[in-house]
């Protein structure tokens, strides 16, 4: 008896994967570079879940966006924010160290992914964390563009909410990305504290931001909005509002588990 081949891509597996370093990223959000036994090539903008067992066989778990470019292989990186009575991220935040070993599984995640094949222009808005998927595609964007010799890449527009400017991830990365290159702009808005003389936004996002950035960018071929559930929802109908085709708005909620 001949047995049937499974159809469709291979099942993801829990696996065990290496902390190989962790690197704060602000006040409360840290990056946990991990070596998968198995390496599985990904998109940006994919995610892994990553389980927990406690020593009572309690398991809990949880996504996390994937936030290194696609060009790097053999370790990937994860950066997980701290939510206060969290159940998962005071984990990572508090007790994972390098040399901990860790279950993952993935890469998951669908439409919400973006290579330069996919062109732009290519409007970005993330909302605290939500930077992760983001900020793979803007890495991998930038590993291309010096793979093709500084060729410029499709237009990118990013809009980045976060509380302060001490809550801004990656943002030494972020400034320099927008200052070597010209077809990248960065416009970050601030809602809760401002430094002294911020010249960003300096509120909540709203439909005349989304649609300044619009204007600036030209009409997106692709909008890609990570947050907060509220954030995105609002970010989405803004964008459409000032141009965005909907079926060209692609969103990922970061909403309390469950949900
Ligand atoms: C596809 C996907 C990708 C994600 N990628 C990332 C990522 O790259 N980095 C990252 O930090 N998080 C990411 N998240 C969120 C992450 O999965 C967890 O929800 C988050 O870390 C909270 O888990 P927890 O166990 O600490 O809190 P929980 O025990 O789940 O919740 C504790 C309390 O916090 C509230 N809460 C839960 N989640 C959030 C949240 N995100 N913001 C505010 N309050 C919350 C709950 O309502 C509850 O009251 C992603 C979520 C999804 C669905």
Not at 13 to 42: D, S
């Amino acid at each position: 008896m001949t047995q049937r081949q499974p159809l469709g891509p291979p099942r993801l597996v829990w696996q065990k994967a290496a902390v190989e370093a962790v690197t704060p990223e602000t006040y409360r959000v840290k990056t946990f570079t991990l070596r998968p036994q198995e390496w599985r090539p990904f998109r940006p903008g994919q995610h892994f879940d990553v389980r927990l067992t406690a020593p009572d066989g309690y398991q809990a778990q949880r996504s996390y966006s994937i936030a290194s470019e696609p060009e790097r292989t053999g370790t990937f990186d994860l950066t997980v924010e701290l939510v206060d009575g969290g159940e998962v991220s005071p984990f990572f935040f508090n007790v994972v160290q390098m040399g901990d070993e860790i279950e993952v599984r993935g890469p998951i995640g669908g439409p919400f992914t973006w290579t330069v094949l996919d062109g732009g222009p290519v409007l970005l808005i993330a909302g605290g964390s939500g930077i992760v998927p983001i900020m793979s595609m803007l890495r991998h964007r930038t590993a291309m563009m010096v793979k093709q010799g500084g060729a410029p890449p499709p237009p990118a527009l990013l809009l980045y909410s976060s509380r302060s400017s001490e809550d801004i991830i990656y943002r030494g990365e972020l400034d320099l990305m927008a200052s070597g290159d010209g077809s990248f702009q960065l416009f970050n808005t601030l809602t809760r504290h401002q430094p002294s003389g911020w010249k960003d936004y300096a509120r909540r996002l709203d439909r005349h931001m989304v649609a300044d950035c619009i204007g600036r960018l030209g009409t997106p071929r692709l909008t890609f909005i990570c947050g907060p559930t509220g954030f995105v929802e609002a970010a989405a109908e803004a964008a459409v509002e000032a141009g965005a085709a909907p079926a060209s708005v692609r969103t990922e909620r970061f909403g309390p588990s469950g949900s």
